[in-house]
């Protein structure tokens, strides 16, 4: 009997996705645009480590039904590992052991790699890159209007219009002091409504009541739990979720609503002073959504998020509901876990893979590919007048390649075509004889006819080519 040969599958796990050069071209333009806009706003380059003490960057995500509560952990020398989910939580780390050495406000910028364990879905993966700006050690709430002006302006560095989408601002201390109104002490049923709010956009008034409820049952059939509120409690809730402005009328609705509860009005107040400062820096793309929790737990103060106003399709053409592709806000007891010192501290977090997703979808970049020139190889017997051409060109800069495979004139031919390549160099006997190359501009007919067998045939096929002296090709390339 014939043993069984194991063959692994080629396929990748849920949320996790091989990358092509067109997107990693975007994301390399995304970040030269982001980074100048960083140095412009005075923040400082930074990087932590993707693996963290687990207990040192705490467990503050939403989604608590994934195995290790939405975080990639394992256990090291009898200590617990896990890979970052954000940059936020190593930035703490980072500014309490420096504690001491930083300047304050301490401002940085950082790129990196992030993984949730969570639930993927269109534009949603477990593994993503961030781009995140904070503010260490300062509760001036005019580093908050600045950092929703900062991801504005690299929003439209990246090549959206400011009519594409609007920065939604709130404040914890709003939905904060509404649980404590409600008298809904218990935390799990405090995150769990938190994270229903928060999924408004996703599930509409009815789907939120229902998870401020018993819960909801979703279309693929999966059920979450929800908060288990009474009937006056979720009323009271979806009564301030419709509040979407903060005018005169409708403050004097959050102050009925607040009913002397001083966390509501301070959080109230603390948006107001944001208006003003953002009145100061010109700033007017901007709306209030009492919907806008953010989902991690450590936020304490004022939060915001960037939303599109358009609408996004999924890879079958379907339109999804998106979310937010940058957001943060205030956490200021983040760094005070690690020694007990005050530290007010802001950011905010734009999600790369989320925003390319987005800019290439509406054609909003134009990525130049670089493709090489290909020197096809007629004969080994030419090798070193192929090399001496390869040489010639790269020493220019140029792009090139000789044919490194093992196939005939034809299937080189292919070759070239499905790399994108504009221009190939043939030298066969006569070329080699005369000091000469024979240069075919592919850009004229990029699609290669079955019906060409041979050299003979490319030289009748178009006017695309041209024979010169070896020492003249530079002036026909560049």
Do not use: H
């Not at 930083?102 to 993984?115: D, E, I, N």
């Not at 639930?119 to 993503?128: C, D, H």
């Not at 070329?431 to 019906?451: C, F, H, R, Y």
């Amino acid at each position: 009997m014939n043993k069984k040969t194991f063959k692994p599958s080629s396929e990748l796990p849920a949320g996790f996705i091989d990358r092509q050069e067109e997107e990693l071209l975007a994301r390399d333009l995304l970040i030269f645009n982001i980074k100048k806009v960083m140095v412009k706003y005075g923040f400082q380059y930074l990087e932590t480590p993707s693996f963290e003490f687990t207990d040192s960057i705490g467990k503050f995500l939403p989604d608590k039904d994934r195995p290790s509560e939405g975080v990639f952990s394992f256990e090291d020398d009898k200590k617990w590992l896990s890979l970052r989910y954000d940059l936020t939580a190593p930035l703490a780390r980072y500014a309490a052991k420096n504690f001491n050495n930083l300047p304050r406000p301490f401002k940085r910028y950082q790129l990196g790699t992030v993984w949730r364990n969570e639930k993927p879905g269109p534009g949603r993966l477990r593994e993503f890159i961030q781009f995140d700006a904070d503010y260490i050690g300062t509760n001036n709430l005019f580093a908050d209007a600045e950092l929703c002006c900062l991801i504005s302006e690299i929003l439209i560095g990246c090549g959206l219009t400011k009519k594409e989408f609007i920065i939604k601002i709130s404040n914890r201390k709003l939905t904060k002091g509404l649980l404590e109104k409600l008298n809904i002490k218990d935390e799990d049923k405090q995150s769990i409504a938190l994270r229903a709010i928060d999924k408004l956009d996703r599930v509409g008034l009815e789907g939120v009541q229902y998870l401020l409820g018993k819960g909801r049952k979703d279309k693929s059939g999966d059920f979450t739990k929800g908060a288990e509120l009474d009937e006056t409690q979720i009323r009271e809730i979806i009564d301030f979720l419709s509040i979407k402005n903060l005018s005169d009328d409708n403050f004097a609705r959050i102050q009925k609503i607040a009913a002397n509860n001083q966390t509501i009005l301070d959080g109230v107040n603390e948006l107001t002073l944001i208006k003003k400062y953002f009145s100061l820096l010109k700033f007017d793309n901007f709306i209030f959504d009492p919907t806008v929790v953010r989902g991690l737990e450590y936020y304490t103060g004022p939060i915001f998020e960037a939303n599109l106003t358009f609408g996004i399709k999924n890879n079958k053409g379907e339109e999804i509901e998106f979310g937010s592709i940058g957001g943060g806000g205030r956490y200021d007891d983040l760094v005070k876990r690690f020694n007990n010192q005050e530290c007010p501290s802001t950011g905010i977090s734009v999600g790369l893979d989320r925003l390319i997703y987005v800019i290439l979808q509406k054609n909003k970049i134009k990525v130049e590919k670089k493709t090489p020139i290909l020197i096809c190889v007629f004969d080994e017997k030419y090798m070193d007048y192929y090399v001496n051409i390869l040489n010639l060109l790269r020493t220019k800069n140029i792009s090139a390649e000789i044919y490194s495979g093992s196939a005939n004139i034809k299937s080189q031919l292919k070759y070239a075509d499905k790399r994108g390549c504009n221009y190939v160099i043939l030298c066969g006997d006569d070329e080699v004889s005369k000091n000469l190359v024979t240069i075919k501009n592919l850009e004229i007919g990029k699609q290669m006819s079955d019906s060409l067998k041979d050299r003979d045939d490319w030289k009748d096929y178009s006017g695309s080519q041209k024979t010169v002296a070896l020492d003249k090709l530079l002036n026909e390339i560049v």
